[in-house]
Every structure is written in C-alpha cells, then in structure tokens.
C-alpha cells in the first residue's frame, strides 16, 4: 500500500536555528496537507499544497510541494520556543473521501 | 461552535471487554473519520463514513466497527478489546468539499490490560 516516511524523526534545535522536515510518498500524490500536533494534544492542520513546484508561506514556516508530487518539505526559519511539537505530513488521494496517509512525524524540541 | 468532542478522554479495558468511543461533531460535516495514533507510526486510518448511512473501512479497521445513523455523531466499538488496541484514537470532521482541511477532537487514550 501507499506510504508516506518522514525524516528526521526527531530534531533538537537552540531556539533561533532553522529547521526542516522531509516527506516522501511512494506514489503520486493529489495533494499534500501539513499538520501540528503539542505535546498531549490533537493534531491542527497547517495547509494543503495541491499545484507541482507549489510554494507557501505562514510567517516563518515554508512548504513545498516536490515537482513530481511525491515529496514535500516544510522548513521553520529562526525556531521558538512555540514551535514545539510534532509536525505531520499527509498525503492525500483523489478519491472521493480524499483518504489521507499519515507520515511518520517528525518531533521538534526547541530550546531557549 | 464546540467543534469535534470526543468521550472518554481515558479509558482502560481488560483484554476481551467491549466498549463504544463517543465522537460528536457541531460543524454539520459531511466526511467524519477514525484514526489511531502508535509511537513511530503517524496517524492510521481506522474507518470512514462520506454522509450518515454510509461508512467504510481504512488502512486498518479488524477488531472495529462503526456506524453513522446522524450527520453529527460516528461512534466506534471495540468489539472485544486486545492490547494491540492500546493507543490513541483521535475523531476527525471535514466538510466534502474544498478546503479539505480535518478538524480532529481532543483524543481518547485507550489501554488494554
């Protein structure tokens, strides 16, 4: 079946370095969705990148959507404290459900 | 809005008990969904349902069932619990159509004894 990996699977960042995650599906994906999940809690959905090449920006967090559509990256430049937490790809099926597969995560520690 | 609730918050079971976890939603979503979440391994598709009347099964749905009898509610039984159960399982709503956003509740944390 499809999967999604995820790496790293843990990252320990000083606060004010950058940080990346990778994602890479085995097929073809129709979109791809980011997600963040604190510690203890539920999972709060970042953005969707649909388009090949796509680029978003939310203030310090970048995502990218890989040419092919099998891979995407999101990249938080000059960390806080705030951006703790466990940080989940998904990728998404062009099925009616629109089934999403889940990374593994990547877990972000960030300290002061 | 209260959004995705999700009842009990902690529950433990001995191996072979039965029990049904609560999700309720307020977002009058169409799409409603199970997942459970496992060290190292993401967020697992347990079941779906696209409208009330109709569901179907995820990436790994044995030993669950569900049923959709109102737009609203998507209960999940564990019909006879096993420690491989042991997890968390988080609810999730969305609308059917763009954006395709997942609204997820709080989470319920099961242990099988």
């Known amino acids: 079946g499809q999967q999604v990996m995820q790496i790293p699977q843990y990252q320990h960042v000083q606060e004010g370095e950058d940080f990346t995650t990778y994602c890479n599906s085995s097929?073809?994906?129709?979109?791809i969705q980011w997600y963040k999940q604190r510690p203890g809690g539920h999972p709060v959905f970042l953005i969707q990148l649909v388009k090949s090449g796509e680029v978003k920006k939310q203030k310090r967090l970048t995502f990218q959507f890989g040419e092919a559509k099998k891979n995407s990256s999101l990249h938080i430049t000059a960390t806080q404290t705030t951006d703790v937490g466990t940080y989940f790809c998904a990728g998404g099926m062009n099925t009616g459900f629109q089934k999403l597969v889940f990374g593994t995560g990547t877990r972000l520690l960030v300290s002061p | 809005n209260a959004g995705v609730t999700q009842t009990p918050k902690f529950q433990v079971l001995k191996t072979g008990q039965s029990m049904t976890l609560q999700c309720a939603q307020d977002?009058?979503?169409?799409?409603m969904s199970w997942y459970r979440q496992d060290p190292g391994m993401g967020l697992r598709l347990i079941h779906y349902?696209?409208?009330?009347?109709?569901?179907d099964q995820g990436e790994v749905p044995n030993g669950y069932n569900v049923s959709r009898s109102t737009t609203e509610d998507f209960p999940l039984r564990l019909l006879s619990a096993a420690p491989s159960q042991t997890s968390v399982y988080f609810c999730?709503?969305?609308?059917?159509?763009?954006?395709?956003?997942?609204?997820f509740g709080p989470g319920t944390r099961l242990t099988v004894t």
């Open positions: 999730a709503s969305k609308t059917s159509g763009a954006p395709y956003e997942q609204y």
């Open positions: 349902s696209v409208g009330a009347g109709i569901t």
């Open positions: 097929t073809t994906l129709s979109n």
């Open positions: 977002m009058n979503h169409e799409y």
